[in-house]
């Protein structure tokens, strides 16, 4: 059974950080292309950023976190992170750790985290 279990998430101000953990259970994790989304109240889910299998050495970033947020994985640890710096309010979601999606097309996997808050206030 895959599990995905994210934590980090929490109040911060606007130009703050927070780092996002997702750990990874259930999946032979070095397989896996991984993912984050997020969720604001009233929108669709959308895409933020994504990491290759194996060594991660391609990335994707939606163009509003690009310079601001990234993606890393320590496949010792079946973990993939998100630090997320000059934080803004339009960033406040419920953000979402995937597995098994593209990092071509940032079309999601099929396994989801049950989401953690980021709350950054102006």
């Known amino acids: 059974q895959v599990q995905l279990v994210e934590s980090g998430g929490g109040l911060v101000q606007a130009g703050g950080s927070l780092r996002l953990s997702c750990a990874a259970s259930?999946?032979?994790?070095?397989?896996?292309?991984m993912g984050w989304f997020r969720q604001a109240p009233g929108k669709e889910r959308e895409f933020v950023a994504s990491?290759?299998?194996?060594?991660?050495?391609?990335?994707t970033y939606r163009n509003s976190v690009k310079g601001r947020f990234t993606i890393s994985r320590d496949n010792a640890k079946n973990t993939v992170y998100l630090q997320m710096d000059s934080l803004k309010p339009e960033d406040t979601a419920v953000y979402y750790c995937?597995?098994?999606?593209?990092?071509?097309?940032?079309?999601?996997?099929?396994?989801w985290g049950q989401g953690t808050q980021v709350t950054v206030s102006s």
């Open positions: 995937n597995a098994g999606g593209s990092t071509i097309t940032s079309a999601p996997g099929s396994h």
């Open positions: 259930g999946l032979t994790f070095t397989v896996y292309n």
């Open positions: 990491i290759s299998n194996w060594s991660g050495s391609r990335t």
